[in-house]
């Protein structure tokens, strides 16, 4: 039997932490205690939660289902704030399947040990025997959102007994509805964090207000709590107030941003809003500034690749191209070059619209087109600060284009980006601008095409048989050696489980397409020739293409076809 105690942390554990890391595990969100035992004592989180659970006597819960007859029974707030979700645990039995009794346990996963503060609140909710189970933190959370709804703890109607554990001295103060309101954008804006989002939508419909976050590049809906509706535009008029946008004027679109601090936090986020048939929709770009910056390798970047784009970052001068639709990490991979180059004795000047990340010793400012402070005269201004190295956001017009030739012949290394389906695609959108092809080719050193795709989850991905067939027309699609169909019986695909919360994919990696100039495709820019022409050139002297990219990552079993098919653009024939 486990005995509860106040600390919920067993001796056997406990003797093994000085007092300043017990009591940093012990005042840690109960989510977050089981990563910082495992750091404290140099543990992985997995064998760390078998060794709690042995340590406290109890079991683990795996592929965690809730119990939706439990549901009910423990209001919103306190599953939040304890992190704890019922579930159904085992085979099920005639028991289960009945309606369940004063005498039915009830099975609780819990993200930490439990402890007496937390059973006598349940004990006040419900009389069954409650049976304590530890389950992975980040899946209880992920569960209690599903069932309860994001922010459900600050938006909850009833329940006027309980108190949050953090707010018990409190206790007197009055909580009122635009109190909860702000704390349910904030939990919101928390919850997207940890789901590592770059976006949140709010879009009034209807008949509910519906949020989504924009987790590995694709739209996901968020579960709400069932009263949400009723909160719209209180919701609304709290981020027109946070991003200092004119609450009153609901009929024209507006543009702001909230620097948004929680904890070790700090976000700064560019808000829009647009009017639509029911209310204002609302979408936040997430711009974690703080947050670890990525290395040419975490990228997902081979040696290879890295050996051809670091010869050229060496280079006095000449403009390095990085191509690609909006959301393929673009502007992360000309920050990842930078922190490369970064050294004492070079003067680095970006021109960024809007800062995604903070690089120590760069000089970096922001497009204000609204004062005229646009790519093209920024860029001009900064000619004349000795800069060797400049980084131009986005080259988006003619103006933009020329200045940027003209620092690169003039000895500045400029690294920027264009909006392009291939890396030879750049050069004939450069010359669609209006730039004479002899100065793009004399400028042009590098153009990389990149694409995000989902990464397999380490934890649970599994290889299983593919079909020949569906391979050969898969490659044959990708433009890759239909030969290696032959050589391969098995690919590794997503299976799911709660580390990467039933999806099969945590995180992303890159897909890279690197085209080098050389004397050859010089002559072809003269010429005037097609992206097509260019890209067959740039083939026979071993340029690979994004599809090809994408299947080596497959073979290396970092992602699926399905993933590269579903990002990679092919050319019809």
């Not at 017990?22 to 840690?28: I, K, N, S």
């Not at 979700?85 to 439990?114: R, V």
């Amino acid at each position: 039997m486990l005995a509860l105690v106040q600390d919920s942390l067993p001796a056997a554990l406990s003797e093994r932490l000085s007092a300043e890391q017990r009591q940093a595990v012990l005042e840690a969100p109960r989510e977050q205690r089981l990563a910082a035992l495992s750091a404290a004592l140099g543990r992985r989180e997995p064998d760390m939660l078998v060794a709690l659970a042995a340590a406290a006597g109890l079991t683990i819960a795996s592929n965690l289902e809730t119990d939706p007859a439990a549901r009910g029974l423990l209001p919103a707030r306190l599953v939040h704030d304890y992190q704890i979700i019922p579930i159904k645990f085992g085979a099920a039995t005639a028991e289960d399947t009945a309606e369940p009794t004063m005498l039915t346990p009830l099975h609780l996963a819990s993200a930490w040990l439990p402890d007496a503060v937390m059973n006598d609140w349940l004990r006040t909710f419900t009389p069954r025997p409650l049976v304590w189970h530890l389950a992975v933190p980040e899946r209880v959370h992920q569960l209690i959102i599903e069932n309860f709804g994001v922010g459900s703890g600050a938006l909850e109607d009833g329940e006027d007994n309980y108190i949050a554990p953090e707010a018990i001295q409190q206790a007197e103060e009055v909580v009122d509805e635009e109190a909860a309101v702000v704390r349910f954008v904030t939990d919101v804006i928390k919850q997207a964090v940890e789901d590592q989002a770059t976006d949140i939508h709010f879009e009034p419909q209807e008949e509910e207000l519906r949020i989504r976050y924009r987790v590995d590049g694709l739209l996901v809906p968020v579960p709400v709590p069932e009263n949400l509706l009723r909160f719209q535009d209180a919701i609304i008029s709290r981020l027109k107030i946070m991003a200092r946008l004119n609450i009153s004027e609901k009929r024209l679109p507006q543009d702001g941003r909230i620097n948004f601090k929680a904890n070790a936090t700090v976000l700064d986020i560019r808000v829009s809003t647009v009017p639509t048939i029911y209310a204002e929709s609302i979408s936040l770009r997430l711009l974690n500034q703080k947050k670890e910056a990525y290395t040419m390798e975490r990228l997902g970047m081979s040696a290879a690749e890295q050996a051809q784009i670091v010869s050229v970052l060496d280079y006095p001068h000449g403009i390095i191209l990085v191509t690609g639709p909006t959301g393929s990490g673009k502007s992360t991979s000309l920050n990842a070059f930078l922190r490369k180059i970064n050294a004492t004795d070079l003067r680095i000047i970006t021109i960024e619209d809007p800062i995604e990340y903070e690089v120590p010793g760069v000089n970096q400012m922001q497009v204000r087109s609204e004062i005229g402070l646009t790519f093209a005269s920024a860029l001009r201004h900064v000619l004349r600060q000795d800069p060797d190295v400049i980084m131009v956001g986005e080259i988006r017009d003619k103006e933009t284009a020329e200045i940027a030739i003209r620092a690169s012949l003039t000895g500045h290394l400029v690294f920027s980006t264009l909006h392009t389906n291939d890396a030879p695609g750049a050069i004939t959108r450069l010359v669609d601008m209006g730039i004479e092809p002899f100065l793009v080719a004399s400028a042009i050193e590098l153009v990389i095409a990149q694409r995000l795709v989902r990464r397999l989850c380490p934890n649970c991905a599994k290889a299983e048989p593919i079909s020949k067939v569906k391979l050969l027309e898969t490659l044959l699609i990708l433009e890759c050696d239909q030969t290696e169909a032959e050589l391969i019986s098995e690919l590794k695909s997503p299976v799911g489980c709660d580390r990467c919360r039933g999806t099969g994919y945590r995180g992303r990696i890159g897909l890279f397409e690197i085209f080098r100039l050389n004397d050859e495709l010089h002559q072809l820019i003269l010429k005037r020739e097609s992206t097509r022409t260019l890209t067959q050139a740039a083939r026979k002297q071993g340029m690979r293409t994004l599809g090809q990219s994408g299947w080596e990552k497959v073979k290396a079993g970092h992602t699926t076809l399905e993933e590269v098919l579903r990002v990679v653009t092919v050319a019809e024939k």
